[in-house]
């Protein structure tokens, strides 16, 4: 199963709402997690089954979706947040996949 | 504090072998699946190989089969990524993650990766 996402990256200022997709080439129900990564540190789980955040997450994160269409979004983007952000998939492996990742700067 | 920490790491050339290892406390860790993840110089994560909880199942990433081996010593709360033939496209930092759901066998929902190391670099050079 083929993840990709969309956009590539964005410029977005604090306090914007900031959505990002991940589209699955197949229906993978809701067998997708979403991660955080910044520069020269390991990935962070956000959310898995395609809307629990995970514990310690800030609630300004959500994630929707299922079948084949996932969105994650920020209500309002911190400093912090600026980062790449992966999704996965978990349905069907191997392989477990990952999207090419969304990178978030700021405008 | 549960933790993993990579090592093993280093420089090789291409076609010699390198032994990765994963350390992991803090929690129950025979209860748990591993996986190992890698990221080349400036691109985005590949997943490379998950053990079982027991270690009676192991899955590899096509671009990896038949060249590497995961294993994993309960009794030592270690898994193990042995790298053989390796070539200049596998230069990457390696991460070992641990699976979120305990004793997961079949694939669920609610699994991800929810425990990560630092990552260990590996770099395949003449």
């Known amino acids: 199963i083929q993840l990709t996402q969309s956009p590539s990256s964005l410029s977005a200022s604090i306090g914007d709402r900031v959505t990002i997709t991940c589209r699955a080439s197949?229906?993978?129900?809701?067998?997708l997690a979403w991660y955080q990564q910044k520069p020269g540190k390991a990935p962070r789980l956000l959310i898995y089954?395609?809307?629990t955040l995970q514990s310690g997450v800030p609630p300004r994160f959500s994630g929707s979706g299922s079948g084949t269409d996932f969105t994650l979004a920020i209500s309002s983007l911190q400093p912090e947040d600026f980062a790449t952000y992966y999704c996965?998939?978990?349905?069907?492996?191997?392989?477990?996949?990952f999207g090419p990742g969304t990178k978030v700067e700021i405008k | 504090q549960v933790r993993l920490v990579e090592s093993g790491g280093g420089v090789v050339q291409p076609g010699k072998s390198l032994r990765l290892s994963c350390a992991a406390s803090?929690?129950?860790?025979?209860?748990?699946?591993v996986n190992w993840v890698r990221q080349a110089p400036g691109r985005g994560l590949e997943w490379v190989a998950v053990i079982w909880y027991d270690g009676e199942n192991k899955y590899y990433a096509d671009s990896v089969k038949g060249r590497f081996t995961i294993s994993r010593d309960n009794s030592k709360n270690a898994v193990y990524l042995q790298m053989n033939s390796l070539r200049v496209d596998d230069t990457a930092l390696y991460y070992c993650a641990r699976d979120r759901l305990q004793w997961r066998e079949l694939p669920n929902p609610d699994d991800a990766f929810d425990v990560w190391g630092q990552g260990t670099m590996v770099t395949v050079s003449s």
């Open positions: 803090g929690f129950f860790f025979s209860n748990y699946g």
């Open positions: 089954g395609a809307s």
């Open positions: 197949d229906d993978i129900s809701n067998y």
């Open positions: 996965q998939q978990v349905n069907s492996y191997p392989p477990i996949t």
